[in-house]
Each structure stands twice: as C-alpha cells, then as structure tokens.
C-alpha cells in the first residue's frame, strides 16, 4: 500500500490563481480529511468527508473547496489565493470504530501565495 | 468546544534524560486522544493512542502516555531520550463520531542536546 499520497510537495503561487491539491488513499478508508499547519498553531481542520458523495466544513473552510467523487480522492481546491494562505496542507485519512479511530496522514504540500 | 494545550512551545533535554510533555485537552464526551511525531519537513506519525481501559498506554519509539480523566491530561514520557526524538510533538482529540475531526494543540518542539 502507497497510503495517503500527496502531490505536488511544493508550490507557488500568485495572489488570485486557483489550483487544486491532490490527496489519495489506497486503504479504503471512509474517512478524509484536510488540515494545514501554521507556526504555533498546530494542525486545523478545513474540510472532511465521511464518505463519497459527503463532505463537510471544518475550523477554516474559507476560501477552499473539496468534493468526493471516489473513496480513494479527496482534492482540495483554492478558488482565489491569498497569501493567508501559505501554510503546509496535510490530507488524511481513516475508518470509523473504536479500534481504528485513528487517521493516517499523508507527506503534505508546502504551499507559498505571492 | 473542543480544545487541546500543550502547555510548552519548545523543551529542550540532555540525551539520555527523561522526558514529559504536558497535554491537557476539554471535550465533552468520552475522548479518543492521540500523540503524533513530525520530524522536519516530514507528515505526522502516530506515536500513541488513548480510546479506553487501561490509563497507561505504550506507543512505538519506547513512548508511553497516561490518561488522567480527573486533570483532562493525557501526557507523553519517555524514560531516556535519543538524539533521534528530536521533532515536534502534537497532541490531539477527537470523538467516537469525529475521528476525522480531529483537533490538534500547538505542538511542542523537542530539542536534544548531546
């Protein structure tokens, strides 16, 4: 198994491009989530999904989009970036029950708005 | 709402010292908590996790954690540490039905010194 692949690692961008983060999982896992991470903050949620077809707002949803087409993708999309938000992104993902209530995360992508 | 203080930003050890840092989280029902490592520009890896039973609860890398229900703590200790543990450490919480939501404190940066 591959796990949660992220790509691309790094990326630049000008004030108002949009772009798309990819996120796959090859472990089946019902659950996907989006999270970045920002200096003395630690990680938050932006955007998850329990299951194709659903997904639902975080902490800090604002300005990004997400659908789930497939269990196996969970993109995120930047309609208009803003040097806000510059942050590292990480994508994870898990499966419900008292066991395996963990999350899995990816290698995240560092991204950089000019 | 759901919160989680790691009450040190940034803690520095000998090597072979012991080691604890501090982790007190407020949730409101039964939480499912968690320890995650991230070393420099890497993702998070899953050191430990706490769901129920036992209160003392080993993780990999000779990591242990024990939940106190009565101070909302869930601390990380290792009895020796190796220039190896260097990273930094996230604390997080999450619920029977939000596994994917999980909330994240600030992190703690471990450093080593020879």
């Known amino acids: 198994n591959a796990g949660v692949t992220q790509t691309p690692k790094f990326q630049v961008l000008k004030t108002g491009q949009s772009m798309t983060l990819q996120c796959a999982q090859d472990?089946?896992?019902?659950?996907m989530s989006w999270y970045r991470q920002d200096p003395g903050m630690g990680l938050r949620l932006i955007h998850y999904?329990?299951?194709?077809?659903?997904?639902d707002q975080g902490e800090v949803p604002n300005g990004y989009n997400v659908s789930r087409s497939t269990t196996e993708d969970f993109p995120l999309r930047l309609l208009s970036a803003a040097p806000s938000q510059t942050s590292v992104y990480f994508c994870?993902?898990?499966?419900?029950?008292?066991?395996?209530?963990?999350?899995?995360f990816g290698p995240g992508t560092r991204l950089t708005v000019l | 709402a759901q919160s989680v203080t790691q009450p040190d930003i940034h803690i520095t050890v000998s090597e072979g010292a012991s080691l604890e840092l501090r982790c007190n989280y407020s949730y409101g029902a039964t939480p499912y908590l968690f320890w995650y490592v991230q070393s420099p520009g890497q993702g998070l890896q899953l050191l430990l996790k706490?769901?129920?039973?036992?209160?003392l609860v080993q993780g990999i890398k000779g990591f242990e954690a024990e939940f106190k229900r009565s101070q909302s703590s869930f601390n990380l200790r290792k009895p020796s540490v190796h220039w190896s543990d260097a990273a930094e450490y996230f604390c997080?919480?999450?619920?029977?039905?939000?596994?994917?939501?999980?909330?994240f404190g600030q992190g703690t940066r471990l450093t080593i010194n020879p």
């Open positions: 997080a919480v999450g619920g029977v039905q939000g596994a994917q939501k999980l909330v």
């Open positions: 994870a993902s898990g499966t419900p029950g008292s066991s395996y209530n963990e999350q899995f």
């Open positions: 999904s329990v299951g194709a077809g659903i997904t």
């Open positions: 472990m089946n896992h019902e659950y």
């Open positions: 706490y769901f129920s039973g036992d209160t």
